[in-house]
């Protein structure tokens, strides 16, 4: 019965909720900087499901093709090996199986 399988500590499954994908990542900014390489940081999202991977991209100020640069479970991430002398924006979208954020607010580089 219910009744005793509730005591045996099981219980009827769970219906399933529907994921939603995550929230815009928030205040992105350069923790550190070298020669070639730099620390992103940024806080998750507050808004929508919870956060499977963040997504770096970057891309040539002003320009229009943003390119994958790395991914990152933590809010905060090394990005190695560089380009030097180029004025570059990134930003950051968190990621889960539902689909993608929207893209953070852009932080400027030039190393």
């Known amino acids: 019965t219910p009744e005793k399988l509730n005591q045996l ?3 009827e499954r769970s219906r399933s909720s529907r994921l939603e994908a995550p929230g815009e990542v928030r205040d992105i900014g ?3 900087e070298g ?3 730099l620390v992103l940081d940024w806080k998750a999202p507050v808004d929508g499901g919870s956060v499977a991977m963040y997504r770096m991209q970057r891309r040539k100020a002003g320009g ?3 390119v994958l640069v790395d ?3 933590e809010t905060e ?3 190695r090996d ?3 002398g180029v004025d570059l924006e990134y930003r ?3 990621v889960n199986k539902a689909g993608s954020g929207k893209p953070s607010g852009m932080v400027a580089v030039v190393l």
């Open 77 to 79: 991430h090394l990005l």
């Open 64 to 66: 229009r093709t943003w």
């Open 30 to 32: 350069v923790r550190a």
């Open 9 to 11: 500590g099981w219980s």
């Open 82 to 84: 560089q380009p030097r």
């Open 71 to 73: 991914t990152a479970v």
């Open 92 to 94: 950051v979208i968190a």
């Open 35 to 37: 020669d070639s390489w």
